[in-house]
């Protein structure tokens, strides 16, 4: 106990220090770290934020930097959107969520830039933060299992709520484990957490994320690290035999296989939606069927691949019978399209307790940025992630490395800037790793 006491002391008496140097550091370090909380508190803590960049504002000159000003020109573009939207109230409704896109730049170009010193303890003091929450969900896993005798509890949302969503989550602890995992040399502790983080990140179930995280992590440790230059192919055999034992475990290999069968039993708890007990006959389809079947039923249910493969088909339907390729449908407009393909395609629309296929968004940020907001949406979003990927390797930083490349794939199966969270997450880190006089993170 004196032990953590002394620890926490120590880290608030470093946390004022930095407090002192730069008077936006605790704020900007609380707002990260509050990602996964309710969106009511991290509001509160944007406007902390705010307040802290506005209250030395005549300190410092205003700095413009074009990396970062290509966020705030998508968000310009989703508010001129509302002007050829085909829903004008969901298109007003949604531009709040949006805010960061524009206020975290503008105030990464008015403040004075961050120390490399800085930068170095906002991505550390994130990652413990990052720990805590794993503990956090972990703890109410066993409690809820203790109760109730259901295993689900520690697989994907169930583990962190559908709400926060086990896929972001994915990225927000990959972040973490990477700090971790780069460090050259580690305390007993930090090897603890490394590996915490490693197994969390595996029951979260995220598919996608899974397949790149170890990409990544066999890259960091071959062409990275000091120690993968003297590691032998055996080596290399006995990582993947690791990584192979946790696919293959229990839930976690069942999330892998729903993606490649169908009309099975194991399949059908994988689909998108929950499915309506009410229903007899249910089909799980397959990503050939998502794909080429001419007419569906309320009896069809998609697992998340063949979901995705659906709803870039309807993307491909509604671009070559509609001309809006310059324009899109106006920011979170494109539901009235969906809706009309769904009752076209006779999918499964809810029964008024369920929700139905049509009130899903694209679930691919670079489809939902073209159908929305036509080319120049989809094509300053890939600037932004090109800008991101081209700076991480200049700078020879594997943490930025990790988060640009982490965001490329993760916008392959989620919207992710349609969701405030995912829009902060972005946003906060983008500027963070991209702003000048940036420098690599050195390992702590």
């Known amino acids: 106990m004196e032990n953590t006491l002394t620890f926490l002391s120590n880290v608030w008496q470093d946390l004022k220090k930095e407090n002192k140097q730069h008077f936006s550091f ?10 996964p ?30 990396t970062l000003f290509l966020l705030i020109v998508l968000f310009l573009l989703m508010v001129v959107s509302y002007f050829w939207s085909i829903d004008t109230k969901a298109t007003l409704k949604a531009i709040p969520k949006e805010i960061g896109l524009i206020l975290i730049p503008l105030c990464f170009m008015i403040m004075k830039p961050f120390s490399k010193e800085q930068r170095q303890k906002i991505v550390k003091y994130y990652s413990y933060a990052m720990v805590v929450y794993v503990v956090f969900y972990l703890v109410k896993a066993v409690v809820r299992f203790l109760l109730n005798a259901d295993s689900n509890v520690f697989f994907y949302h169930e583990l962190v709520t ?22 050259e040399i580690k305390s007993k502790l930090e090897v603890g957490l490394t590996l915490l983080l490693f197994i969390f990140l595996f029951l979260l179930s995220s598919k996608n994320i899974i397949i790149v995280f170890i990409l990544l992590v066999l890259i960091e440790f071959f062409f990275f690290s000091k120690s993968g230059h003297k590691m032998r192919l055996r080596n290399l055999i006995v990582v993947g035999l690791v990584v192979s034992s946790f696919l293959f475990v229990g839930k976690i290999k069942d999330r892998f296989m729903a993606e490649f069968q169908s009309n099975t039993e194991k399949s059908i708890s994988h689909t998108v939606l929950d499915l309506d007990k009410s229903l007899e006959g249910v089909n799980v389809l397959s990503i050939k069927e998502a794909w080429t079947n001419e007419k569906f039923s309320p009896n069809d249910f998609f697992p998340g691949t063949a979901f995705r493969v659906y709803q870039a088909r309807i993307f ?14 106006g920011l979170n407009a494109s539901y009235k399209k969906l809706d009309q393909k769904a009752i076209k395609y006779d999918v499964y629309r809810g029964n008024g307790d369920k929700e139905g296929y049509q009130n899903k968004n694209f679930h691919n940020q670079y489809i939902q940025n073209f159908a929305e907001l036509g080319f120049f949406g989809f094509f300053i979003l890939v600037l932004l992630l090109t800008f991101n990927l081209k700076n991480a390797i200049k700078n020879k930083d594997f943490i930025q490395i990790a988060f640009a490349v982490l965001m490329i794939s993760l916008f392959l199966t989620e919207s992710f800037l349609w969701r405030q969270r995912g829009v902060m997450f972005f946003s906060l880190l983008y500027c963070l790793f991209n702003a000048k006089q940036y420098s690599p993170l050195k390992k702590m």
């Open 316 to 329: 491909l339907e509604l671009f070559k019978e509609e001309n809006v390729f310059w324009t899109g449908y």
């Open 162 to 183: 559908k709400e926060v969503n086990a896929i972001h989550v994915s990225v927000y602890v990959s972040i973490a484990f990477f700090y971790f995992f780069t460090k």
């Open 37 to 66: 909380m309710p969106y009511g508190v991290n509001n509160v803590l944007l406007g902390f934020f705010l307040l802290s960049v506005f209250l030395k504002i005549k300190e410092v000159k205003f700095n413009f930097q074009s």
């Open 26 to 35: 605790i704020p900007f370090l609380l707002l990260l770290c509050t990602i």
